[in-house]
């Protein structure tokens, strides 16, 4: 499976997540899954909002520009799929 493929899988499972409101999903974890799709406008959205909420995870933005689908896939989800009610 590609980069963008698991984007794209990560972005579904984010957006079920919240629409179950089974967890609390952080606006920057959906800027990321968004711009790894390569959809620039909707990471911009989610960036704005992540700004606008004081999104503590908006620090990672220029330290981990390689490494975001890494940490999503492998230290976010993982977090919140076990912390989900």
Known sequence: MGKRDEAKKVL???DEMSRAETAYVPPYFRAVAHSDVGELDQAFEWLNKSYDEHDPWLIFLKADRPGKAFVLIHVALPF????AW
């Open 80 to 83: 919140l799929r076990r912390w």
């Open 12 to 14: 579904e499972e984010l």
